[in-house]
């Protein structure tokens, strides 16, 4: 009887023990730690900008009222916030899912550019009925920032060409492919008109028919996109959640060669996670023209504004959570809106722009903490296991 | 418990007395005294978790005590880190390597060292160690050509470079074959015997500790059990105060290393007899589980790895792969893993052509693996227990695409429990778990498809006794339910005790088969050599 009753090797019951420790309270516990940490990381930063704007001479008061009107608490404003918060939505969705892959898309910002584009041209050049336009744009929009996103794909299964280069380099060549679209007429230079001396390097306005129809609630308007993107959200949480697809996508990130194994294919699965990734980019900026909260309807230089590099941040700060990143976009959509706000407080430009990226800095750090602390705590673990 | 041995009145290297260290409420040591003494060697024997890698972390700076006293040289001391423990002439060859692969091997030895840098100096400084014990290493050899073998020489030297008094291996040979044991053994002898340094040798594996030490020290659950001389030691007795039972040496001998094939050769049991003649009235008539035919491949570096390899697994067979490690056995697996295309030759399973490099297409034929590394392509180390359990079919519990994780997780305590695999549940993280849970983890999932075919690649490496113990039993099982067992291990005992038919692999390819009852050792042991001779001898037979 004794003898059956062979103690369990120490390291067994220690790991079961510690897990166990780690695990039955944890949830609660980690998700307090990551609360404190972004308030904290919040406090600071707030502490941090008052004392930049005491120094320079401004008012931190003024400053953050500011910030708060524009993005909130002025009539109209979160309408505004929502309208900015939509492409960031979709392009951090997008970003989740190519990450989960574990295949790099840095290049959001050149696929928002190309989506826009082929959007701009379909809307202003396809007549057919205002819906079914709409319709097409977004798609060609989508199919645009796809194949942007495709041609990275591309050279990386086929020649091992890096994704992270691929993708940067190729917003240089979609501003310049743009910008070069915008310069002749029968691309999408915008007709010569004979009421204007100068003529401006810009697309035709979308006609009314084939513009997004917009929302009101209390003075507060946007487009209806927003309802779309809240449904891409719910979406991406089930794929990733409960598709099985989503399970194999994020074995092939986190291990590959278990997944060749289990019989998810590298390049079948990693081109088709670049593809989703750039045609959200896409669509993002299909919405982001047919929208009317960017460029007023029109494609312009520079149109993308840097809304691909958010993206990509929201994507990195909600830790591609889906929900997440609609919390997320939303935070960096206000400080979008309410930047317009700081000009009026008298603070000079660069200083508000310090107050701005330091709050980006304050959500950034604690989603870097945690992965680090995450890592250390498997690293070490494996290496107990020795 | 035994008295101390006494050797004369010469202060000892190392005096551990009444160590102790917990983690959490496990305590690893509790109260462990060691004395290293100059010219011997002294083994340190326990299974896994016994406390015997945390008393060398002790010792090495690594680990800080919770209670106890150091001497180093009879003065007493605090050892903080390896740097510290490094000037006081203690160095450590660790269980796994830590070496770069692209460069050489001097430039790993001297990899670390700050200040000014000699080249010229350093390469013949490794070349002189090298010389000095006979090691056989190649300063400029790059260490990524090299075999475990001669890394694990590599790390001796970076070991020995700094002339250390007290040198400690752990677990040195988990990773060599019979022959490299050998020599490391005599290596050892040599700089005790000679140059009076003092060696700890940590080690599950009995006929190490019989063979190459002075004196032994047993731990189990953290506590010393039992110190002897080895001359006075036998391995029953050794294996029993280990374990803390009696231990059935048939089923344990690989892992305690002890050798009687030779016994068993000549008396094999009546259970493979009689499955051999199965296989044997068979094979001519029935359908292999598996079949390659001349499968000739080429691993990544674009080097052949695989060279017109013939192999047939019938069901209910245990056919053994032995050789030498490094002729093949890593594409082998891969191959039947998926991760690995063929450039010619055809693969079956049961009667139906796979091609064997299209993702998955292996284990969607039937052919489950139990992979050599199972970090690299058994798991996923990020995901959940009962994620891991399903990574290969998801399928099974899905709908339309869409799965339900409390249905996962209810399947998933279901093969916890059936398994016995200690985890805190379903949702721990895998990496979580000890290396004998995770291994039972790979195991439960690849049988839980029911497949014709298991392959086990070194199925028991880096068990402890208890562990290699369950795996074996296990394997048996499974070849009894009717699955066809492809056994791939370089441990030679491994082989001889689970398989009704030993093929030897060399350089890619299959030159000899025997059936268990068949088996001569020392014709084995030439065709282990890739010897011709041995080879055309055994066709002819």
Partial sequence: ?386 | MADQPTAGTEVPAVRLTSISKSFGAIAACDRVDLTLRRGRIHGILGENGAGKSTLMKVLIGLVLPDGGTIEVDGERCQIKDPHDAATRGIAMVHQHFSLVEPLTVWENVMLGDTGRFDAAAARRRVGEISEHYGLGVDPDAKVGDLSAGVRQRVEIIKCLRRDPSILIFDEPTSVLTPGESEHLFDVLRQAVRDENRAVALVSHKLDEILHATDEVTIMRAGVVVQRMETSEADAPMLARAMVGREVSLRSEASALGLIETAAAAETPDADSDGQIEVAGDSSGTRVPALRLRDVAARGPDGRISLDGLSVDVFDSEIVGVAGVEGNGQAALTDLLSSLLSAESGTVEVAGTAVEPGKPGAMSRAGVAVIPEDRHASGCVLDMTVAENLFLVDIERISTRGLYDPAVMRRDAARLIADFEIQTAGPDAPFWSLSGGNQQRVVLARELSYSPKVLVAAQPTRGLDVGAIEWMTDRLREVAASGVGVLLISSELEEILQLADRVVVLFRGRIIGEMARADVNLEELGLLLGGSDAAASAAEAA
Wanted: with cysteine; hydrophobic share 55%; proline share 4%.
């Fill in chain 1, 1 to 386: 009887m004794n003898e059956q009753a062979r103690p369990l090797p120490a390291e067994d019951s220690a790991a079961a023990v510690s897990a166990a420790s780690e695990r039955a309270p944890s949830r609660l516990s980690e998700a307090g730690v990551a609360a404190a940490m972004y308030l904290g990381c919040i406090v600071i930063a707030l502490i941090v900008s008052a004392i930049i704007v005491w120094v320079t001479g401004g008012s931190p008061q003024d400053v953050f009222s500011a910030l708060l009107d524009g993005s909130l608490r002025a009539p109209g404003r979160w309408g505004e916030t929502i309208g900015i918060a939509i492409p960031l939505v979709v392009v951090a969705l997008g970003t989740a899912i190519n990450g989960r892959a574990g295949v790099v898309n840095i290049g959001q910002e050149g696929q928002v550019m190309m989506g826009a584009a082929f959007a701009a041209y379909v809307g202003v050049n396809l007549a057919g009925p205002g819906p079914l336009v709409i319709v097409c744009l977004l798609i060609v929009g989508a199919l645009a920032g796809a194949m942007w996103a495709g041609i990275a794909s591309w050279l990386l299964y086929w020649r091992r060409v890096p994704e992270v280069l691929t993708t940067l380099l190729l917003i240089t060549v979609a501003s310049q492919a743009t910008g070069y679209a915008l310069k002749v007429d029968w691309l999408l230079l915008a007709p010569f008109r004979e009421d204007r001396s100068v003529r401006n390097q810009v697309s035709d306005q979308l006609s009314t028919g084939v513009r997004l129809p917009r929302i009101d609630i209390w003075g507060n308007d946007f487009p209806i996109s927003s309802i779309a993107v809240v449904l891409m959200a719910v979406i991406v949480f089930v794929l990733f959640r409960r598709s099985v697809w989503g399970f194999r996508l994020r074995m092939l990130g986190r291990n590959p060669r278990t997944a060749q194994r289990a019989g998810v294919s590298t390049v079948t699965y990693g081109t088709t996670a670049m593809l989703i990734s750039g045609a959200c980019a896409g669509v993002a900026g299909a919405m982001m023209l047919s929208g009317g909260d960017f460029g007023n309807y029109r494609f312009t230089p520079g149109f993308a504004n840097n809304i691909g590099w958010e993206g990509l941040l929201v994507a990195l700060v909600a830790r591609s959570h889906p929900v997440g990143i609609v919390v997320v976009a939303f935070s960096f959509a206000g400080l979008r809106a309410g930047s317009g706000f700081l000009a009026a407080t008298g603070v000079e430009r660069e200083i508000s722009q310090v107050v701005l990226a330091l709050l980006v800095l304050a959500l950034l750090v604690p989603p870097a903490i945690l992965f680090i602390r995450e890592r250390r705590r498997a690293l070490s673990a494996t290496r107990d296991r020795t």
